[in-house]
């Protein structure tokens, strides 16, 4: 496992711009693939993007195509996720997560979870 601390979220108006960032330690880091799941208020989780220890984009939801970017920085063990054109519908809970190993991509996969962040998007 590694120790993910988010940074970022916050609240912005529809269609505004916001960058997360989630820092690792502990583990070999570059070992593995990180990525965000979120939460909607009264939902559940979902992945959001996922990208490889090497770089390569492994997941990135339909619902955020075209308007999120998740890259990573090993050499300071960062994830982030650039997130452009915000809707009200992307509010939620973000949580960073970490797995040396994915399957099927579900909760189940990853053993090392952020605490979260809150993103609210004012319509």
């Known amino acids: 496992q590694v120790l993910l601390v988010e940074s970022g979220g916050g609240l912005v108006q529809a269609g505004g711009s916001m960058r997360l960032s989630c820092t690792a330690s502990g583990d070999t880091v570059q070992r593995y693939a990180m990525g965000w799941f979120r939460q909607a208020p009264g939902k559940e989780r979902e992945i959001v993007s996922l990208i490889s220890y090497k770089g390569a984009i492994l997941y990135h939801d339909a619902s955020v195509t075209g308007r999120f970017t998740i890259s990573r920085d090993n050499a300071k063990n960062t994830v982030s996720l650039q997130m452009n054109m915000l809707k009200p519908e992307d509010t939620g809970v973000y949580f960073c997560?970490?797995?040396?190993?994915?399957?099927?991509?579900?909760?189940?996969?990853?053993?090392?979870w952020g605490r979260g962040t809150q993103v609210t998007v004012l319509s």
């Open positions: 997560v970490a797995a040396v190993i994915v399957t099927d991509m579900s909760e189940g996969d990853f053993d090392s």
